[in-house]
């Protein structure tokens, strides 16, 4: 799998954010923000891993969350991130009824996260998304771009037919473009603590 510089820049970020929060961690098991940030950071670097490598650190951050919750359940960035590991974890499985629950789980976060922070777009936007994912993922793995668009191997090269190519293009991005998104904006957030400000714009 081929990085650009900004995954690799984003990859690198989440790798020191989840070192960094593992180490606070150590010191303080029961600080809720700083699980929701080394959730954030699995999050994200779940996007570079294989299908399976993928699962395995969807799960360890949806316990982080949970321990979150355990806390503070009324953390609605704990929620939301819920949300978002649960509907990677949908958009993973080829099978879509066994997809399913995963986003009916990832919706029901959202709308927890939206009653806690109900003036946050994202979250509104989140639970929009969702209630189209099931049709997405229809879309996506009919085409077998699930496989490449969530860090498995690379893409077929399609002779011809460029619209399709194209339209499967822009469907993958719109997918994965939501979820990372979502995840970048998160982890961004999560380790903003940890890393100067970008310099202002010209």
Request: proline share 6%; with cysteine; charged share 25%.
């Amino acid at each position: 799998m081929q990085f650009s510089q900004d995954d690799f820049d984003r990859l690198l970020l989440s790798e020191h954010s989840r070192k960094t929060c593992e180490a606070h961690y150590a010191k303080n098991p029961q600080d809720a923000e700083n699980l929701v940030k080394w959730a954030g950071a699995l999050l994200e670097l779940s996007q570079f891993q294989s299908i399976a490598d993928s699962r395995i650190m969807l799960d360890d951050c949806i316990s982080k969350l949970e321990e979150a919750l355990a806390i503070n359940p009324t953390k609605h960035e704990a929620l939301w991130c819920l949300g978002n590991a649960h509907t990677s974890h949908g958009f993973m499985n080829p099978d879509l009824d066994e997809a399913r629950p995963y986003f009916e789980k990832a919706s029901e976060y959202f709308q927890r996260a939206a009653e806690q922070e109900p003036a946050n777009e994202l979250y509104q936007k989140s639970i929009e998304v969702t209630a189209k994912a099931p049709e997405l993922h229809m879309e996506i793995h009919k085409q077998g771009m699930a496989q490449q668009a969530l860090g498995g191997g690379p893409a077929t090269s399609s002779s011809g037919k460029s619209s399709k190519a194209k339209r499967s293009s822009d469907l993958k991005y719109d997918i994965c473009g939501w979820i990372i998104l979502a995840v970048g904006i998160f982890a961004w957030v999560g380790a903003k603590s940890n890393v100067p400000p970008p310099p202002p714009p010209r």
